[in-house]
């Protein structure tokens, strides 16, 4: 019995081994159809969105990136100390613009009222990509 239990705790760790390396690989993936291209060449309406949305911080580069079949462009902008991520599409439409929770040092950190901090805003632009996307 305790042998069968034994096997069957191996086969379980090495399934999830196997689906958080099949995971990577996606990741991987998805990160290599990204092209790194200067703001100075990307469409006027995309460089009016981010410009507007960097609130006048300066962007140098941009990842030109396919999602679903369609084109779309993503800045790492720094506003107020903290790294947001914003997603144009080519006509510029503004796709997402969220706190970059990745680049974040202080992630996982309570802010004074023990809230956790970014997540409010994070939530807030979900809700606001859900209702665009409708």
Known sequence: MRKYLMLVLVMT???GCAMMANAEDKEKK?????EKVAFASVPQ?????????????????????TDEG????????KINGKNYEIKVDTDGTLISKKLDMED????????????KEGKEEDEKNE???????K
Do not use: F, R, S
């Not at 309406?45 to 990136?65: S, Y």
């Not at 084109?71 to 902008?77: F, S």
């Not at 202080?106 to 802010?111: L, M, P, Q, S």
């Open 13 to 15: 760790a090495l399934t």
């Open 30 to 34: 998805e990160e290599g159809q990204e």
């Open 45 to 65: 309406p995309v460089q009016a969105t981010l410009t507007k949305e960097a609130d006048g911080n300066k962007i140098d580069q941009v990842d030109k990136e």
């Open 70 to 77: 369609k084109t779309i462009y993503e800045a790492d902008v």
């Open 104 to 115: 974040e040092k202080g992630e996982g950190k309570e802010d004074k009222d023990g809230k």
């Open 127 to 133: 809700k606001t990509e859900k209702n665009e996307k």
